[in-house]
């Protein structure tokens, strides 16, 4: 007589955003508070810039202090801190003061993105091919080609700067490559942000002899910023479409 042999039942496993932990929420909240961010910082640009600007050091250092830690926790996108920067301190003192910023709040961002992605995502890239490919040509690849990678991710104004820093955290991007990328991609952006606003402060709150010029160099800057997304677009396409295989 034989004996039944029992069936087992399959072993589910936990669903996609399950698995995610604390990363799923987390990137969710990357994509709004953003723009809920730069709404608020934007409608109090004509109140805060004078005040930042009439405490001069003070006011910068408070600049880096709220603004590098609203950036580093996602709740302001890096055009609105540039904007600000530039209104308030003008384009020669504003961009580097908010490139600092950027680069300060990336690394607070890194570290939060890390704490939160832990294994979690990585687990994930792993299972999937098609994602392990792209993760692999990417990060296993010299440091200079990821550089590249970071920076034209960071040259696109298309490329959230929130959901890019956890992206890079989860990926285990290399410091050097993250800063590098960071800084160099983030510089041209955040002039040109920088040097609109200036100029617009300039044609609203100031007598300007040559008002034609700003006008016209603040349309060539929004062009400009075009131009750059659209190039950084392209070859960024071109590093990351793997070679058809003959």
Known sequence: MSVP????????RPGFVRRLGAAGPFALMLTFCPPLGAL???STLTSFGPWLRDHGAVGMLFFF???????????????TSAILAGWAFGF??????????????????????TWVARDR?????????????????????????????????????????ALTNFAFSAAQVPLGAYLFGTVV????????AAYAAAGVEQLMFKQV??????????????????????????????????????
């Open 5 to 12: 042999i029992p069936s087992t039942a399959p072993v589910s």
């Open 121 to 161: 995502v990585m687990a994930i890239i792993r299972e999937k091919p098609s994602l392990f490919a792209v993760h692999q040509a990417l990060l296993g690849a010299p440091t200079g080609k990821t550089a590249l990678v970071v920076t034209l991710l960071r040259v696109s104004p298309m490329s959230p700067f």
């Open 40 to 42: 608020v910082l934007l």
């Open 92 to 113: 020669w003192v504003g961009w580097p003061l908010a490139l600092a910023t950027l680069t300060a709040a990336s690394l607070l961002a890194r570290v939060l993105g």
């Open 65 to 79: 202090l709220v603004i590098g830690l609203l950036l580093g926790v996602s709740f302001v996108p890096t055009y």
């Open 185 to 192: 991609g983030l510089a041209p952006r955040t002039a040109l």
């Open 209 to 246: 002899g040559d008002r034609t010029t700003v006008i016209v160099g603040i349309a060539v800057t929004v062009v400009a910023f075009g131009i750059v997304g659209l190039l950084a677009k392209r070859a960024l396409r071109g590093l990351t479409t793997p070679p058809k295989s003959r």
